[in-house]
T-cell receptor, first 112, second 111 residues
Framework: SAVISQKPSRDICQRGTSLTIQCQVD?????MFWYRQQPGQSLTLIAT?????????ESGFVIDKFPISRPNLTFSTLTVSNMSPEDSSIYLC?????????FGQGTRLTVV | DAKTTQPPSMDCAEGRAANLPCNHS???????VYWYRQIHSQGPQYIIH???NNETNEMASLIITEDRKSSTLILPHATLRDTAVYYC????????????FGKGITLSVRP
């Protein structure tokens, strides 16, 4: 298993600003995953973050809007840039040791 | 990855077995069936997965039909804390396989 800590757990932000979400894992993992869950919707994969290389983004998500850092094998950050109310969602970090996914508790973001 | 279809919702009485169905008629031979659940305002939680044999752990049982086109997640004695959205996902096991969430089935356990 894996224990994931996400910070912050929630935030209310002004439109046009940026928020950086941190994800810390209790063990070293090759890949870390970032998901978005819009209100009332299911989870959508934003990007996959590998240590030592650029993140791989899914269709509809771009690096300028969601820059990701992966400085080591236990930590990653996702930044939501130039926020608008449409970015109000839960953002979740995930890892998959041995092909089973474990998730953080998520960051509930409200943009006003 | 193959797609899955689940009913949007179901309910069951506390203490009774909850049987959650999932159809995955286009599943490939090397794709596993995974179940996760998401309790309100929490991150998804892994429940169980299997390839073709039935599986059981401390949380649930997974019954996969012989043709692998459908499966059932069984919570043997549902409690109020089992009220959640349950996601059935099929995927290849391995680092390069994406985990794609559908809408899931909302299970409501009533007292």
């Amino acid at each position: 298993s894996a224990v994931i800590s996400q910070k912050p757990s929630r935030d209310i932000c002004q439109r046009g600003t940026s928020l950086t979400i941190q994800c810390q894992v209790d063990s070293q993992v090759t890949m870390m995953f970032w998901y978005r869950q819009q209100p009332g919707q299911s989870l959508t994969l934003i990007a996959t973050a590998n240590q030592g290389s650029e993140a791989t983004y899914e269709s509809g998500f771009v690096i300028d809007k969601f820059p990701i850092s992966r400085p080591n094998l236990t930590f990653s950050t996702l930044t939501v840039s130039n926020m608008s109310p449409e970015d109000s969602s839960i953002y979740l970090c995930s890892v998959e040791p041995l092909s089973v996914a474990f998730f953080g508790q998520g960051t509930r973001l409200t943009v006003v | 990855d193959a797609k899955t279809t689940q009913p949007p919702s179901m309910d069951c009485a506390e203490g009774r077995a909850a049987n959650l169905p999932c159809n995955h008629s286009t599943i490939s031979g090397n794709e596993y069936v995974y179940w996760y659940r998401q309790i309100h305002s929490q991150g998804p939680q892994y429940i169980i997965h299997g390839l073709k044999n039935n599986e059981t752990n401390e949380m649930a049982s997974l019954i996969i039909t012989e043709d692998r086109k459908s499966s059932t997640l069984i919570l043997p004695h549902a409690t109020l804390r089992d009220t959640a959205v349950y996601y059935c996902i099929v995927r290849i096991s391995g680092a390069n396989s994406k985990l794609t969430f559908g809408k899931g089935i909302t299970l409501s356990v009533r007292p």
